[in-house]
């Protein structure tokens, strides 16, 4: 291996600004952008403070925002996975970052509100624990050198030491490790050198490590935090033959039972002329935007993955968000009164979201609502009034079956196939109320 | 009716409304310093408000005793945004929810409360945009310097999240569209009026290095499988860009 250090001192003899230019072409493809779930004030003579809502700084020509300074200490890699840009037979320029480089453009541009904090990762050079010990330096320098108090992802090496995973932990808020393909079958086949294992077990492990963390901080206040913005992962979609029905149920999984903050849904964008990957004329967008509708469902909406995909009905309606193909399906347990059901039942109306459904139930308990109160409340009705009645009176005008239905709202819904998740905040004017939400 | 003629500070505003209060007023005007007004000339009084800061946090503490923080909190915001006219739609917020309490919050169907919501919640939004969009430029005579117009007058919000966050520097950050400052010292930060540039500041050596680095980061970020820059318009608006750097253009004519 003695050959790719070797490399790397070569790499780093290119100027920073076209090593900064190679190696953010090589990490924008980890989609995980949110610099949330972490709540530190600053301190006196200190820089960096971290926000719970997370802050977004700009966005970028594809819509995607930047929050985090996304970077990769290198892109060389000894792995081959097919599905990633910087694998080993890829034929791309190569260059690698000094620790010290990435501390000086993590402060600079921090200092002048460019960004939130790092997002550091990187390709394998040596071996997992060799990796995993040149991120933590870099994490390490920041906060205990430069007393550095912003964010930082770190992302974890598939296969590293648990002792350096819980090391990772002490200095990151968020820590990662991209599962990227949805079923074993499919990792096996186009990246045979990364075991399911290799990054399930280090997900369980950083799960128990932030529960255990938890309860010590419960107990005592000067108990050192683990990850306190939790864990995310990744999950490419359209690369591999797996149902919406599969992801989503994985992704069910593991938000219960390991916990995470957030999955993300990459689409697979064609960089291969490999047979083992299909030849798609675009990445599938508006696929990845439904799953993320989905997955909102879970998370704040009280719904199962069973309940919105099912053996029958493998993938997601591309024509229609998944909560409005929810209720097309269980017309039966609509229109609903708006001043009388649950908050639950209101969030299971299309069109209702979250702050809408918080709204209607504190103002009901002040006044009797009708159209025009809610329009007031500022709750959108334009699929909302099919599923609603208030004051005894439908919302809809004149009842329709299911396919006039359905045919209502499509027509008026009828987007551009150009989507992506950040869309689904444009409806929240503040992100900053649902904390917990990025 | 009387015309009441505050300095333009929330604490002014809200010392206007003791006096109105006080006064027994129905149905007041309010005119800010520094505005030109018509109304004055049919009024049958003006008064002049004097700011004193106690009167404030008195109302302050009366007014969350009797409904509750978060409408307050409301009604700050609202106030910030410095649309004509909402002196007197928080005023009849403000009055609303000391009849009648801590229902006032569940009222928010009913106007005021529903108009002085909605415009503090914008307010409120615009400044979180602007935790994210101000730019620090490092200048020679040794201070970070940020110039922002933003449509509300957002100052008041963003700056504490400053002081917390580059808390090694001191910094300034100018609305231009208000003259005024947020100045940080290392201790604490003071609003300052009436604030003029008499010439561009000096920028450090290494100023436009690191702005350099950062719009090259910017643009190779963007995927271009995904190119869509109609949803970067919605997020980043026009009328920010002016200050950014990463949507300056590099000098080069295409």
């Known amino acids: 291996m003695s050959h790719i250090y070797g490399i790397i001192n070569v790499m780093i003899t290119l100027p920073l600004e076209q090593r900064l230019e190679i190696l953010a072409d090589s990490a924008k493809y980890d989609v995980s952008c949110s610099s949330s779930g972490s709540n530190r004030v600053g301190r006196a003579g200190a820089l960096g403070s971290t926000a719970a809502s997370g802050v977004c700084h700009t966005w970028t020509a594809d819509g995607r925002c930047i929050s985090l300074l996304k970077i990769l200490l290198t892109n060389i890699c000894i792995y081959d996975c097919a599905y990633c840009l910087n694998r080993r037979s890829n034929d791309i320029p190569r260059a690698a970052f000094t620790p010290d480089e990435i501390v000086a453009l993590t402060m600079n541009f921090y200092r002048r509100n460019y960004i939130e904090g790092l997002f550091l990762s990187t390709g394998v050079i040596r071996s997992a624990d060799y990796t995993m010990e040149q991120l933590i330096a870099v994490a390490k320098r920041l906060r205990e050198v430069e007393r550095f108090n912003g964010y930082i992802h770190l992302k974890l090496v598939p296969g590293a030491d648990p002792l350096l995973i819980a090391q990772a932990g002490r200095y990151a808020d968020r820590v990662s490790i991209n599962i990227e393909l949805p079923s074993r079958q499919s990792l096996a086949l186009l990246a045979p050198d990364k075991p399911r294992e290799s990054v399930i077990n280090p997900m369980r492990q950083v799960s128990a490590l932030l529960i255990e963390a938890k309860e010590a901080r419960k107990k005592s206040r000067r108990a050192p935090h683990f990850a306190p913005a939790g864990q995310s992962t990744q999950l490419i979609v359209g690369a591999t033959p797996e149902s919406d029905r599969e992801i989503i149920t994985l992704t069910e999984g593991l938000y219960k039972k390991l916990e995470l903050k957030r999955v993300y849904y990459s689409a697979y964008i064609p960089g291969s002329s490999d047979n083992r990957l299909p030849a798609l004329p675009t990445p599938p967008l508006l696929r990845e935007h439904r799953l993320y509708q989905a997955d909102w469902l879970l998370r704040f909406y009280g719904f199962a993955a069973h309940e919105l995909l099912d053996e029958a009905r493998p993938n997601l309606d591309m024509r229609f968000d998944p909560k409005s193909d929810w209720a097309l399906r269980h017309l039966e347990l609509f229109p609903v009164d708006v001043n009388r059901v649950d908050y639950e039942v209101l969030l299971r109306v299309p069109g209702i979201g979250v702050r809408s459904a918080q709204r209607i139930v504190q103002a009901r308990r002040g006044t009797r609502l009708g159209e025009v109160e809610l329009k007031k409340l500022g709750v959108v009705l334009k699929r909302a009034k099919y599923f609603l009645t208030a004051g005894g009176r439908y919302l809809g005008g004149i009842r329709l079956d299911g396919p006039r239905l359905m045919e209502r709202l499509l027509a008026p819904t009828r987007r551009p196939a150009r989507l992506d998740q950040l869309e689904l905040f444009a409806a929240m004017p503040d992100t900053s109320a649902l904390t917990g939400e990025l | ?254």
């Open chain 2, 1 to 254: 009716m009387t015309t009441y003629h505050y300095d333009g500070s929330f604490e002014g505003f809200l010392c206007a409304v003791t006096d109105c209060l006080e006064a027994g007023e129905a149905q007041p005007e309010f005119v800010r310093n520094g505005i030109d007004h018509t109304v004055g000339l049919f009024a049958s009084n003006i008064r002049e408000v004097v700011t004193v800061r106690g009167r404030a946090v008195a109302f302050r503490k009366r007014f969350i005793e009797a409904v509750s923080q978060e409408a307050f909190a409301t009604a700050r915001y609202a106030f910030h945004s410095q649309k004509p006219g909402i002196e007197l739609l928080v005023w009849r917020y403000l009055t609303l929810g000391l009849q009648v309490g801590g229902r006032l919050c569940l009222m928010l169907a009913e106007e005021p409360v529903c108009s002085v919501n909605r415009i503090a919640r914008h307010v409120s939004h615009e400044a979180h945009k602007y935790k994210g969009f101000v730019r620090f430029r490092e200048v020679e005579a040794g201070f970070l310097y940020a110039q922002i117009e933003p449509e509300a007058d957002i100052l008041p919000f963003i700056s504490p999240h400053f002081v917390g966050r580059v808390g090694d520097r001191p910094w300034m950050i100018h609305d231009l569209c208000r003259r005024q400052a947020a100045l940080y010292d290392l201790k604490s930060w003071r609003l300052v009026r009436e604030v003029e540039l008499t010439a561009e500041p000096t920028l450090t050596a290494t100023e436009q290095d690191y702005a350099a680095l950062w719009q090259r980061y910017f643009q190779r970020h963007a995927i271009a499988e995904r190119h869509n820059p109609k949803l970067q318009q919605k997020h980043v608006p026009l009328r920010y860009r002016k200050h950014l750097p990463e949507f300056e253009s590099s000098g080069d004519p295409l």
